[in-house]
């Protein structure tokens, strides 16, 4: 009877270890399939975009061409801007609320359906200092249906600062960005500064992305493949 007991109790222990082994396999396939799903989809030339809310995905969803893009799709950075001020930018301008805004043709807000949100810019360029257009640059893609000329007016609309803090500028009301990640937008002021590069502004920036994403879930995937 002892004996007896001592087969049953390591046999309960194999069948144990063996649902285990069989549960541990089956979260690594699906683990496995879904990043094999994110490498297809990114190597389908998926662009990548800045993370949305699922409201202002819906939106996104049902836009047409030529109604209009993002600030991020539009423009690119001067060949003069380096790797640091290109991160800062980027993140500032994210943080901001104002990388993923959208850019509509006439320069107007639009509409929206129950259910969906949407920021855009309605360009009010100014006519004196530094703004956003001496660091980016209008390019626009065809499908968006916006002219340069337009563009440029939104960059214009942000004064630009090389160097040096926002917050002291008492009595400011309008918009600014900071070559140190810092923002002003009226009484809203904030700084950035952990962001390492830019992922989204200029086709050749969103190019190095997806492919450094690929490259990131190739490694994923050896390392289940150990």
Excluded: N
């Excluded at 969906?116 to 001496?134: K, M, N, R, S």
């Excluded at 830019?198 to 690929?214: D, F, S, V, W």
Aim: aromatic share 6%.
């Amino acid at each position: 009877a002892p004996m007896r007991r001592a087969l049953e109790a390591q046999r309960d222990r194999l069948a144990g270890e063996r649902v285990r082994l069989q549960h541990e396999k089956s979260e690594l396939d699906r683990r496995r399939e879904q990043l094999l799903e994110e490498k297809r989809a990114w190597e389908t030339d998926r662009d990548p975009e800045p993370p949305r809310s699922e409201a202002r995905m819906l939106r996104r969803a049902v836009i047409q061409p030529g109604e209009g893009a993002p600030l991020y799709a539009v423009c690119d950075f001067r060949a003069d801007v380096d790797e640091v001020r290109r991160a800062r930018i980027e993140e500032a301008l994210e943080r901001a609320g104002l990388l993923d805004a959208w850019i509509a043709p006439d320069g107007r807000f639009g509409g929206l359906a129950e259910g969906q949100e949407e920021a855009w810019i309605v360009p009010q360029p100014v006519d004196f200092g530094y703004t956003l257009a001496d660091v980016l640059v209008p390019s626009p893609s065809e499908e968006s249906g916006l002219k340069e000329e337009t563009i440029d007016a939104v960059l214009r609309t942000f004064l630009w600062v090389e160097d040096g803090d926002v917050g002291g500028l008492d009595g400011f009301g309008g918009a600014l960005v900071s070559g140190t990640g810092a923002y002003r937008l009226g009484p809203l002021a904030g700084r950035t500064g952990g962001k390492t590069r830019a992922a989204y502004i200029g086709k050749e920036t969103r190019r190095r992305t997806r492919l450094l994403e690929i490259a990131r879930l190739e490694r994923a995937l050896a390392e289940i493949a150990e």
